[in-house]
């Protein structure tokens, strides 16, 4: 189990996200296991037309593979990752436009990597995640232009405190 401070990037975007996840991993076969991860990211992004802010709530499930070395651990899992995803602007000029909020389903298949080092029961890990999000969140202004948007490919990069049972 363990506790991770991590971050979110969607390069097309611009969208920086930073958060916290919890996770919980099950060997089940020799190297052969399990991942499941509760995160919650957020944002803040400025444009033109003011600033946007973005949630991400979700989890992420993957099948991952575990090799120890002496105080060396290596894991990579391929999986998915789902979230509930919230944009929200608000205009520079609040007489001019209404703030707004669009919400909808965020996430897609991803890979990852892990390496943590090992010291008696405890993890200090970095990792990174790679995946595409088929479904897209955007938000528009009034006229129907894009505005901000979270879809396509993202990069997750993790740094990690846990504890073996």
Do not use: H
Request: charged share 15%; glycine share 18%.
């Amino acid at each position: 189990m363990g506790l991770a401070g991590s971050a979110v990037v969607m390069p097309q975007t611009g969208f920086w996200l930073y958060g916290a996840a919890l996770d919980v991993r099950r060997g089940f076969f020799g190297p052969l296991g399990g991942r499941l991860t509760a995160s919650a990211y957020w944002g803040r992004r400025n444009g033109s037309l003011g600033q946007v802010q973005a949630d991400l709530t979700g989890l992420s499930l993957a099948a991952q593979g575990r090799w120890r070395f002496d105080w060396l651990r290596l894991e990579s899992g391929l999986g998915m990752r789902i979230a509930f995803a919230r944009l929200t602007g608000v205009p520079l000029d609040g007489n001019v436009r209404a703030p707004g909020t669009v919400s909808g389903a965020w996430g897609g298949p991803a890979a990852s990597l892990d390496v943590s080092l090992l010291v008696g029961r405890w993890s200090l890990g970095v990792g990174a995640e790679v995946g595409f999000s088929p479904w897209s969140l955007k938000g528009t202004d009034t006229g129907g232009e894009v505005v901000a948007a979270l879809e396509g490919a993202f990069l997750g990069l993790t740094f990690a405190l846990g504890v073996d049972p």
